[in-house]
């Protein structure tokens, strides 16, 4: 019989999973962040714009299915984080709002704001979304300022629950350098997955070798500000929880979940070898093509498992600095029995999907595109 706690710990699992998915597919946003360094000429553009804009969906279609997916299984996280931190997700949300449109607004006739336009606003999107995005999930191993009080419900004057302590309302975790730490390796990171994906996919002598350059140029500063998240959350307290619910702050907890479960860290240690391995091989040996696919692979079980980390093992993945015992864990925050029980269901048409992306996919990459591609096509960007 399903309990209410396997399905609470059920939907943390396919919430980190997004999460997985969402960073390896936020290559798209690293390519538009060297749209104007990795490329010279206006045909070198055009092909990145094109090859990109092929994928742009996918990023954005897994960023709103993360937001609904955390909506509908632990609603008091959402309602807290983007009622409060509002600041914050909303220049995020205007970064893929500005993508959306870029794309197909920059070739159609009429466009009086030229291509350069465009195109700027797309590297805002993968400046601004990939590190923000780095820095928000980062907060839920060094907390936010907020505090939870159920009871306000009943308050006919203010029936708010969950109040933010400062009037930055969540641009104050820029202030954190354990944040920045996680925001810039998310930034590198996608970069990186970036020319691997144009290593992969373009027949274009010229941008490969760039893409080679610059692989090294970002994986140098991305293992940096990784090892420096990595280390500093798993050497710091961590906010754990009682048998009886209480939170309490536990030395190095993060790194007692990772030994505490050790399916979990070690798929956690053997995706950052995989996501090593594609660098690696990748600026080794110019003939190997497929470092896209391991590193991305890695990406997501390392992300995956990270996020584990943040919610098992009675662990709070959104800890209050106001107040400990207004932190959420997935037993105080998630829906209803009835509601994850129903949405379970749902979710297994979840592998259908995947399989469904996996084949459009490989329709669209049989082989590597150049430039006669992109000319030949008529809904070219």
């Keep these: 019989m399903t309990t209410y706690a396997f399905l609470q710990h059920y939907w943390w ?5 997004l999460g997985g998915l969402l960073t390896f597919l936020l290559f798209i946003q690293g390519g538009q962040s060297m749209l104007f360094s990795l490329s010279k000429t206006e045909d070198e553009k055009k092909l990145l714009v094109n090859v990109l804009g092929r994928k742009w969906e996918y990023t954005f279609t897994t960023l709103v299915t993360f937001g609904g997916a955390f909506f509908a299984s632990f609603p008091l996280f959402y309602s807290t984080s983007f009622g409060g931190a509002y600041w914050l997700w909303i220049i995020i949300l205007f970064a893929f709002t500005i993508q959306a449109f870029s794309y197909e607004f920059q070739s159609k006739p009429g466009n009086v704001y030229g291509k350069t336009t465009y195109r700027i606003l797309l590297f805002i999107n993968g400046l601004l979304g990939t590190f923000l995005l780095g820095v928000a999930i980062a907060t839920f191993f060094t907390g936010s300022d907020f505090t939870v009080g159920k009871g306000n419900i009943t308050n006919i004057a203010s029936p708010v629950i969950s109040r933010w302590g400062n009037g930055w309302h969540g641009l104050e975790a820029l202030l954190c350098p354990r944040n920045l730490f996680l925001g810039l390796a998310v930034f590198f990171l996608s970069r990186i997955q970036a020319t691997l994906f144009f290593i992969n996919r373009l027949k274009h002598e010229e941008l490969e070798n760039r893409s080679h350059k610059f692989l090294l140029y970002n994986a140098i500063p991305f293992v940096a500000f990784f090892l420096a998240f990595v280390i500093s959350i798993f ?26 479960m050790p399916v979990i860290g070690i798929l956690f240690l053997l995706g950052v070898l995989t996501v090593l391995y594609g660098i690696i091989a990748s600026i080794l040996k110019k003939s190997f093509k497929k470092g896209i696919w391991f590193s991305g692979a890695g990406t997501v079980v390392t992300v995956t498992m990270l996020l584990l980390i943040a919610g098992y093992n009675n662990t709070s993945f959104y800890p209050s600095t106001a107040d400990w015992q207004s932190s959420l864990t997935i037993f105080n925050a998630s829906s209803s029995e009835f509601t994850l029980k129903a949405m379970s269901w749902a979710s297994i048409l979840v592998p259908i999907v995947v399989t469904y992306i996996f084949i459009a996919w490989r329709a669209l990459e049989k082989k590597k595109t150049d430039m006669d591609d992109i000319n030949s096509d008529s809904h070219a960007y």
Excluded: P, R, W
């Excluded at 699992?13 to 999973?17: G, P």
């Design 13 to 17: 699992f396919l919430i980190s999973l």
């Design 235 to 260: 050497l710091s307290e961590g906010f754990a929880l009682h048998e009886d619910g209480t939170v309490f702050m536990e030395k190095y907890k993060y790194f007692h979940n990772l030994i505490e």
